[in-house]
């Protein structure tokens, strides 16, 4: 079992920053990708960013944000985080975290995107709200 959550959402004014937290609790040693995942109502999930968690964390971004958002670890926290500087109001949403167990640190990238929107991730979080007003 492996449980997530998600904090630091809030409101901001657009170019404003946030830094939202994910914070893994049991068998985290399963879990070899963590990606961030934002959905605003009304409208389809997409992908953010995602970190390969073993090693130091190869990281990968989706073009349209790679930039403004950085997704980093603490492994001695046990927590993912995403730095979200600039923010737009086209960035709120609800943000969540999800983890999977396949293991491939190229996986960990583009086609964990993918299967994050097909949900293809074991594990995810409860959701943190990001909501930037213009």
């Known amino acids: 079992q492996v449980q997530l959550v998600e904090s630091g959402g809030g409101s901001v004014q657009a170019g404003g920053s946030l830094r939202l937290s994910c914070t893994a609790s049991?068998?985290?040693?399963?879990?070899?990708?963590v990606g961030w995942f934002r959905q605003a109502p009304g409208k389809e999930r997409e992908g953010v960013a995602t970190?390969?968690?073993?090693?130091?964390?190869?990281?990968y971004y989706v073009d349209s944000l790679k930039g403004r958002f950085n997704i980093s670890q603490d492994k001695a926290k046990n927590t993912v985080y995403l730095q979200m500087n600039s923010l737009k109001p086209d960035d709120t949403d609800m943000y969540y975290c999800?983890?999977?167990?396949?293991?491939?640190?190229?996986?960990?990238?583009?086609?964990?995107?993918?299967?994050?929107?097909?949900?293809?991730?074991?594990?995810w979080g409860q959701g943190t709200q990001v909501t930037v007003s213009s």
């Open positions: 049991g068998y985290t040693d399963s879990v070899n990708c």
């Open positions: 999800a983890a999977a167990e396949r293991t491939g640190r190229l996986w960990c990238g583009a086609d964990a995107v993918e299967a994050g929107l097909a949900s293809g991730f074991e594990h």
């Open positions: 970190i390969y968690t073993p090693g130091a964390g190869s990281t």
